[in-house]
């Protein structure tokens, strides 16, 4: 049996982290509750591309950890139909010659891209097999999963995180940039602009630039749409999209891939990545039985299983602890 098994644990957020979260503890044998102000439609989560890939993110074995874990995980997890999740070919392009991505060991299919189909203003590209989910479906997924696993879901707004600690025996905080209320001032906020277009056969697979670290250009393929990316704007929170914002992306994403021309735009939307400068995935340094895990930028997706199984090896510590 678990030393986990029947341990009363609520998790506040119902995004990726917190979904995910939910369903691990669920599996480890907790009872838990989720506790959010919004459902997951309504989070940063329902915005995201939600690919599989380490944006800006510097060599890290723990990185690399958490995201191995998650890119297992979601290839599994594809194999459903109903989970939203496919495997999707990515093609990412470098200005320098580094040779293979240090995260690259993680994915299937890996091959670097013959010299002749590589744009004169890349120095090489690799192509690799990466999970992209379908954010509405894989989130209710989750959602669904968590529920059938016994979860409850309470749409309450929280106030305090040490206070919820009276009910249950741990709470994990998943709230992304709302911590800053509860003290995290390393939280920041980055603008992500996104575009949606139609489903054409013109764009096949995944692309990525992300040479420009406030302009990251990309486009996936999901079942529905495909995604059109995008921006990383530091500290912005105005809502408004110009037309000259989206005329850029359409622009890069175009230069990247000549289909994307072909595409019709359906909406433009405005999400706001937390960022720090690493996750926190942790014990609370004053009370023990309160852990966290958030700050994850654009790396909610990527890092969701991996981090998720942290918090279950952290939970099982406070068991351990009695």
Known sequence: MSALSGMDVIVVGAGVSGLTTAVAM?????????????????????????????????PDLVYL???????????????????????????EYFRRDAGVPWWAECTGGLCRVPP????????????MDVPVAATSTYLCYLMNMFLELGGRFVPRRVEGLASLLDEVEVVVNCCGFGSRQFGD???SLSRAVVLRATRDDAVQGCFIDDSDPFAPTYIVERDDDIVLGGTAEPDLTSTVIGQR??????????????????????????????????????????????????????????????????????????????
Request: hydrophobic share 40%; glycine share 10%.
């Open 116 to 127: 002749e189909r590589v744009p004169s203003r890349f120095a090489c590209a690799y192509r």
């Open 185 to 187: 001032d390393a939280l």
């Open 245 to 322: 914002q989206i005329d850029d992306i359409v622009h890069r994403c175009t230069r990247l891939c000549e289909g994307v021309a072909a595409l019709r735009v359906i909406d433009a939307r405005v999400g706001f990545r937390p960022v720090r400068h690493s996750p926190r995935v942790v014990r609370d340094e004053r009370y023990r039985r309160l852990l966290h895990n958030y700050g994850h930028g654009g790396g909610g997706f990527t890092l969701s299983w991996g981090c998720a199984n942290d918090i279950v090896r952290l939970a099982g510590g406070v068991a351990s602890d009695g």
């Open 65 to 91: 950890a958490r995201a191995r874990h998650t890119y297992a995980t979601m290839h599994r997890l594809s194999s459903d139909a109903s989970s939203g999740v496919r495997m999707r070919p990515l093609t």
């Open 26 to 58: 669920s599996l480890a044998g907790c009872r838990v509750t989720i506790l959010a102000a919004e459902g997951p439609s309504q989070t940063t989560s329902a915005l995201a591309a939600a690919i599989w890939h380490p944006f800006y993110q510097a």
